[in-house]
């Protein structure tokens, strides 16, 4: 079964210090895409990244970064200098990769994240 | 506006009653998808379309939920007899068929009072 555990629940940080955001996934599939998504107040969500199962690159996209380790399951993601604007819940997902695919999307349960001023 | 949008964006029922919400996909998209997201929670998947078709139903998605695309272009999620557990917000994604890139809607947020 395909499972995403985001294991942190609610995190605060002040204005200007660095977060890492944790996923762990489980699935069976050898192909497989990863996400990450933002979710502000208004509900939308935001896509922030796709990654798929064949590239550990790790990759970098302003304050933004993420960490893929395939052999700890692990899709993590860090904001540097973190503002105010990225109070938001981010959810990471998970996209199987088979033939014929629905390629729906498993979320994890998100983590709350909280910029203080 | 090229999003996917989605009608009503908010209501409120009162329990017993059917509602019925709409998704507009992006125009191209043959594939849309049904989520939905309890509060606390992470989406999650109730159904899909490939242009008219619905190739995919979660066990979420009871007797009393039916979706439908009639013409492959927009999708109305019904719920009938609504529970206070239907309370949620209803998320609509939209993609080419292939495509892991997934546009989702602003969702339809339910209240069952």
């Known amino acids: 079964a395909q499972k995403v555990t985001q294991a942190q629940t609610e995190i605060s940080v002040v204005e200007k210090e660095d977060v890492t955001l944790d996923c762990v996934y489980e699935?069976?599939?050898?192909?497989?895409?990863l996400f990450w998504y933002k979710q502000p107040p208004s509900g939308e969500l935001v896509f922030l990244i796709r990654r798929n199962s064949f590239d550990e690159q790790n990759e970098i996209s302003g304050r933004y970064s993420w960490n893929f380790q395939k052999s700890t399951s692990s899709f993590n993601f860090t904001i540097t200098a973190s503002q105010v604007v990225d109070s938001a819940v981010y959810f990471c997902a998970l996209s199987e990769a088979s033939k014929d695919s629905s390629y729906k999307l498993i979320f994890g349960s998100g983590t709350r994240l909280l910029v203080r001023p | 506006d090229t999003g996917v949008s989605q009608n009503p964006r908010h209501k409120i029922t009162k329990r017993g009653q059917n509602v019925t919400f709409r998704c507009d996909p992006i125009s191209e998209h043959n594939r849309l998808y049904w989520y939905r997201q309890t509060l606390g929670q992470g989406p999650e998947f109730l159904t899909y379309?490939?242009?008219?078709?619905?190739?995919?139903k979660s066990r979420l998605l009871s007797d009393r939920f039916s979706a439908e695309r009639p013409k492959g272009s927009f999708s109305t999620l019904e719920i009938q007899r609504t529970e206070q557990g239907d309370s949620a917000m209803y998320l609509c994604?939209?993609?080419?068929?292939?495509?892991?890139?997934?546009?989702f809607g602003p969702g339809t947020r339910l209240t069952v009072t």
């Open positions: 699935t069976r599939d050898t192909t497989y895409y």
């Open positions: 379309f490939q242009n008219e078709a619905q190739l995919e």
């Open positions: 994604a939209s993609s080419l068929r292939g495509s892991r890139w997934k546009y």
